[in-house]
């Protein structure tokens, strides 16, 4: 079953914060997330295996909460090149079949 | 080292025509996915094969829809006939490992007239 992203769209200025929310009606194993740019494939950012966890790149991060089925996803200081769309992956069995949410627009004006 | 390739990057055809959509992984991926996009429906996931055997194809919309890797540096994804609701870019990806990272190609936009 399809992960549920919120917003759809966010539309921020340089140097502000955003946070996109993914969640689950089914017990997650894993979440991923990626990142697409307009034309291009979609980009890996990051794995989160464990309920709890949190994991950083560069000046995005995400935290995993494994009991409210329930990711998240950080992005300090916004910067130009964070623009594009964002998915949520999750993987409910360990099979590694991977469900995207329907993503969320980001948009980053100077 | 090249990433996943996939061939053609853009199809035109009609309606009731024979669509192959080609993939290679990266070299020791063993796990290889194909996914369409549309704006209504997001990404879907159409089957992956882990090893060269197809493990899950409950994402694959009808018969007319088929896929095979007959090895672990090839797979192709064929629709016969092929519809206009078939318009989609179709993305294939590859990963090592039981939970890893997703490597996508470049996609394959497919235009159905």
């Known amino acids: 079953q399809q992960p549920v992203q919120s917003p759809q769209a966010v539309i921020l200025r340089e140097g502000e914060d955003a946070v996109i929310n993914c969640s689950s009606s089914?017990?997650?194993?894993?979440v991923h997330w990626y990142r697409q740019k307009h034309g291009e494939a979609p980009v890996f950012l990051m794995i989160l295996l464990k309920g709890g966890e949190q994991k950083g790149h560069e000046k995005i991060s995400a935290s995993f909460n494994e009991k409210k089925q329930q990711s998240s996803l950080y992005l300090t200081a916004s910067q130009l090149s964070y623009s594009g769309t964002y998915f949520c992956g999750t993987e409910t069995s360990g099979a590694q079949k991977l469900v995207f949410g329907q993503g969320t627009r980001l948009t980053i004006n100077p | 080292d090249a990433g996943v390739i996939q061939s053609p990057r853009h199809e035109v055809t009609e309606m009731g025509q024979e669509v192959t959509l080609r993939c290679k992984p990266i070299s020791g991926h063993n796990s290889l996915f194909w996914y369409r996009q549309t704006m209504m429906r997001g990404l879907e996931l159409l089957i992956y094969f882990n090893n060269n055997v197809p493990i899950d194809d409950s994402g694959m919309p009808e018969d007319r829809f088929s896929a095979k890797m007959p090895n672990a540096s090839f797979s192709t994804l064929k629709i016969q006939p092929s519809e206009p609701r078939d318009s989609a870019v179709y993305f294939c990806?590859?990963?090592?490992?039981?939970?890893?990272?997703?490597?996508f190609g470049e996609g394959s936009r497919l235009t159905v007239l």
């Open positions: 089914k017990a997650l194993y894993s």
């Open positions: 990806a590859s990963s090592f490992g039981e939970v890893g990272e997703l490597f």
